[in-house]
């Protein structure tokens, strides 16, 4: 089974979030991981030096490809809060969230005032049952 490049470490996720120097991010970011600890049960973890991912699940792909990633994520990118949503975004309604941008299987929200959050919060839950629906 091949590995992906990123992977769990041991970098403490309250020493990450707290480094954050932009306030508002920061705030958001703690947001955030405070609703997909409880949407998910499971605490978050860092994977690589930017990414908190929470839960793990064993994939594969119809190529024969094998991998273990976590469930949900996000990581308070420069740019945006980029949300790992590793679903097929295509079934998901994003109908009343706000300002946002999409990629593939990830969610682009610069300012979490920016969006509706309970919208949110169901976009990550049916996220979450989605992936776990799917999983090997």
């Known amino acids: 089974?091949?590995?992906?490049?990123?992977?769990?470490?041991?970098?403490?996720?309250?020493?990450?979030?707290?480094?954050?120097?932009?306030?508002?991010?920061?705030?958001?970011?703690?947001?955030l991981y405070r609703l997909m600890e409880r949407?998910?049960?499971a605490k978050g973890q860092m994977w690589g030096t930017s990414i908190i991912g929470f839960g793990e699940y064993h994939y594969k792909y119809?190529?024969?490809?094998?991998?273990?990633?976590?469930?949900?994520?996000?990581?308070?990118?420069?740019?945006?809060?980029?949300?790992?949503?590793m679903c097929d975004i295509s079934h998901i309604s994003f109908e009343g969230l706000g300002k946002y941008k999409t990629g593939k299987g990830c969610l682009y929200i610069k300012k979490l005032k920016?969006?509706?959050?309970?919208?949110?919060?169901?976009?990550?839950?049916?996220?979450?049952d989605m992936t776990l629906k799917n999983k090997s």
């Open 1 to 31: 089974m091949s590995q992906n490049k990123t992977q769990p470490t041991s970098i403490p996720v309250k020493l990450f979030l707290d480094g954050i120097v932009e306030e508002e991010k920061r705030t958001d970011s703690w947001r």
């Open 114 to 128: 920016d969006v509706d959050f309970s919208t949110l919060e169901k976009i990550v839950k049916k996220s979450i």
């Open 39 to 41: 949407l998910t049960g």
């Open 62 to 85: 119809q190529s024969g490809k094998e991998a273990d990633w976590f469930i949900t994520g996000f990581s308070p990118r420069k740019n945006a809060l980029t949300l790992y949503l």
